[in-house]
């Protein structure tokens, strides 16, 4: 393939669970695949966001450690593509950069994000985030579940949303923040357990994160984003709403 050895994309995919890292600094690349390999991950690396484009459209690795400032194609573009697409809007992005405010981390959640690491960044830290996003879809799949209510219904073994019907395309953490909410069956969450499920409970952000991933949820859901409602200075539920 033209983006990427052969043999690396083999022994990417043929791991127990395949990782593409898309960095221009060749040494902080090198430096990670050496890392996941070591903790058993099948990796590959891109060094722009073209090769990383063309290496997706052969191969749906597990997940993806996106570099946001790259030439040319930027992060923010790759991860805008990504989402945009059916086939590739589940694949979970992790993505790395230097910019540490709290406005970039919401915005880089707001392309769909579903982590953010800053750079400079502690290798243990981060394969620890690794290993967590990796383990997500496995908690998330249950035995061929379908929960619903109203015009939206959720299958957890297909990963598929729809209203009334019509799929759409919720990121990874935007799923898993809808199938708690529609498990809860009208229950009220706070942000803090909301965090939880869709993020794991070793992870560090913040509140506003899920306001973020809330709000761009409520786009998708389209006609029944009324259904996501807010409660006032306790968090989120999904529920029928109620007629003034």
Known sequence: ????????????????????????????????????????????VASSGDKALEYIREN????????????????????????????????????????????DQLVGFAFGADDYVTKPFSMKVLLARVAA???????AIKNNTVVSAGPVALNETRYEVTI???????????FRILAALLRGKGRVFSRSQLLNQAFGENVIVTDRTIDVHVTALRKKLGSAANWLQTVRGVGYTFREPTSN
Do not use: W
């Open 133 to 139: 996003v990796v383990r997500r879809p496995k908690h």
């Open 164 to 174: 009334n019907g019509k799929k759409i395309s919720p990121t990874a953490t935007e």
């Open 60 to 103: 749906t690795p597990n997940l993806i450690l996106l570099d946001r400032m790259l030439p040319g194609l930027t992060g923010d573009d790759v991860i805008m593509s990504l989402r945009r697409d059916p086939k590739t809007a589940h694949i979970p992005i992790i993505m790395l950069t230097a910019k540490a405010e709290e406005d």
């Open 1 to 44: 393939m033209a983006a990427i050895d052969k043999a690396q994309a083999a022994k990417a995919s043929g791991s127990r669970a395949s990782i593409l890292v898309v960095e221009d600094e060749a040494d902080l690349a090198k430096m990670l695949q050496f890392n996941l390999e070591r903790d058993g991950y099948g990796c590959a």
